[in-house]
């Protein structure tokens, strides 16, 4: 299986990859798809260039041989719809199980992604939260309530299929944001302990986010 997982990493930080991690030994994934987002359609535009926050990625996880980062959306030209990069992941891993991972806040905004709905027709999803959490927040939300209700399966049986199934899986709950480190760097306050200290040291190097 091989397991998505997107984002603007504007800077990447333990909050994406402990749960990144989690996700990855929970399924026993091949792979986890680290796949930064070239222009966010519904948020401004990253803070730093593409080529920084690819950077920041590979720095953070050189030390994880099952981490890899794709630029696919880096690539595309215009708005990056995940459903155009499930499309490309399917077309080009014909038989492969792939996983789609989001957190839960990201779940329960899901009716307002383009064309969300045919997101399950091509992937698996692979909702996270933290322990503690109720996950049932989605029921107030029609649509999503009865995704889960006609897609939720167990984790052991991801495998048996290449998408259409939906599973929640608890990780580490780290209460850190890109933004937060944004503010600490403009406050000129230390981020130490908030990301991997190669890329503390490049946000250093760099004076981003300044």
Known sequence: MLGIYGGT???VHFGHLRPALDVLQVLNLEQMRFVPVGQPPHRE????SSEHRIRMLQLAIEAEDRFEI?????LREGASYMVDTLKSFREQYK????CLVIGYDAFLGLP?????KKLITLA???I???PGWQTTQHEAVVELNDLVLQHQIDIGDLPGSLFG?????????MDISSTLIREKIQRGESITYLTPEPVAEYIQQHQLYR
């Open 9 to 11: 990493f504007d800077p």
């Open 45 to 48: 535009k990253p803070g730093v």
């Open 70 to 74: 794709d630029d696919r959306e880096y």
């Open 95 to 98: 038989q492969t199980s792939l």
């Open 112 to 116: 307002g992604w383009n064309q969300w």
């Open 124 to 126: 698996h999803l692979v």
């Open 128 to 130: 996270t939260y933290r």
């Open 165 to 173: 199934g939906l599973t929640f899986v608890p990780v580490t709950a």
